[in-house]
């Protein structure tokens, strides 16, 4: 790592997990490269928390505008997740007198974990519903209370609601390997009807997640998935050692192991945790799943994660011209797609190969008839 990225990193690390290590001096046009390696990561409130907790260190010297920019960055996660959270309110209130039981994934729910809320960077709404009536009820009141048109796909319904972005989902998670997926399936189903259920407290409104260890499986599945076709994501890693930290006392980890068994996932789940070890000083006895030792080839992630790359799947979308042959949108994107996926072959094979062509069918799917 360079000087910007050792600093990030501490700031990051005291802004979330605590501990205080010293910083480097830098100069004015490498703090504005860290406040914008913070942006780019959507950790920036964070980031911000960090250097609170080291205004007294001799080389944490920020320029008036720099101090500015970074309350303002910090003010606006504040007020985005104020308004998603009374959207959130407001919508759950509705829907549990209705007795639809939705389940909120992810954003909202993982944020009550952090030391400050509102300082997670907030983002849509996605709600997980177990039963299909009550999910098709809800989809309904969706389209007529959306203030757009709902963009509907065979499991997900997205619609605005008072500003805010609303997903409903009739499947919690999916993987593109058929026999992997219909394992998946079974879990979330068993696990949803066997357990009783979890509750947080947003806005005064008392709001149903996940039960503990079904929700650590489906973090890990999500940085998996991220992992797979976009690069990771910081802030999913974060959620994943919040969740450890804070929770980790109420998960089953023989059962969350004996489903990374089934889903052929220990080696990426070992990978994951490996993450938290190097980048945000976990030690490996809180993360069981690494059973011991974490995953020397983590060093092949770091690398994406500070290469920042943004050849993601979306750039190579096959689309067709005025004449019968078919053309990639970004070409370049493509092979770094091929690549990536080759990189990441080794530690789940079934999945990796069935992701890549399930992305390709996709990029065909968009070819205009």
């Known amino acids: 790592m360079d000087i910007v990225q050792r600093n990030f990193f501490r700031l990051l690390r005291s802004g979330t997990f605590g501990g205080h290590e010293k910083v480097e001096p830098m100069s004015a046009y490498k703090w504005d490269r860290l406040y914008q390696t913070a942006l780019m990561h959507g950790v920036s409130a964070l980031t911000a928390d960090g250097i609170e907790r080291h205004r007294n260190d001799f080389f944490l010297q920020l320029t008036i505008a720099q101090e500015r920019a970074w309350k303002k960055i910090t003010e606006e996660s504040e007020r985005t997740n104020q308004e998603i959270n009374t959207c959130l309110a407001e919508l759950f209130e509705m829907m549990n007198k209705e007795q639809l039981r939705p389940i909120l994934l992810k954003g909202q729910g993982l944020a009550q974990l952090y030391d400050t809320p509102f300082h997670r960077a907030g983002g849509d709404i996605d709600i997980f519903f177990p039963y299909s009536p009550q999910g098709n009820k809800a989809d309904a009141w969706a389209r007529s209370h959306g203030t757009e048109q709902p963009a509907e796909e065979r499991t997900t319904m997205r619609y605005l609601w008072n500003g805010v972005r609303i997903e409903h989902h009739h499947r919690m998670q999916r993987l593109t390997n058929p026999r992997l ?5 079974d879990i979330i189903n068993r696990e949803i009807n066997c357990c009783d259920s979890s509750y947080v407290t947003i806005d005064g409104t008392k709001v149903e997640v996940l039960p503990p260890t079904l929700n650590l499986l489906y973090i890990i599945i999500r940085i998996v998935r991220y992992i797979l076709n976009e690069g990771i994501s910081l802030k999913q890693v974060i959620d994943l050692g919040m969740f450890l930290r804070k929770n980790g006392d109420k998960v089953d980890f023989v059962k969350l192991q004996s489903w990374l068994d089934r889903l052929r996932m220990q080696w990426m789940a070992r990978l994951t945790g490996s993450l938290l070890v190097r980048l945000f000083g976990f030690t490996e006895d809180e993360i069981p799943f690494l059973n011991g030792h974490s995953d020397s080839s983590v060093n092949n992630v770091i690398t994406d994660v500070l290469r920042l790359s943004s ?54 799917s968009r070819i205009e008839e």
């Open 181 to 185: 997926n219909r394992r998946l399936q």
């Open 311 to 364: 050849m993601h799947n979306d750039n190579w979308y096959f689309t067709q011209g005025k004449n019968i042959f078919v053309r990639t949108s970004d070409s370049n994107a493509m092979i770094w797609q091929i690549r990536h996926s080759a990189k990441y072959m080794k530690y789940y094979p079934t999945e990796t190969v069935t992701n890549f062509f399930s992305t390709f069918a996709n990029s065909l």
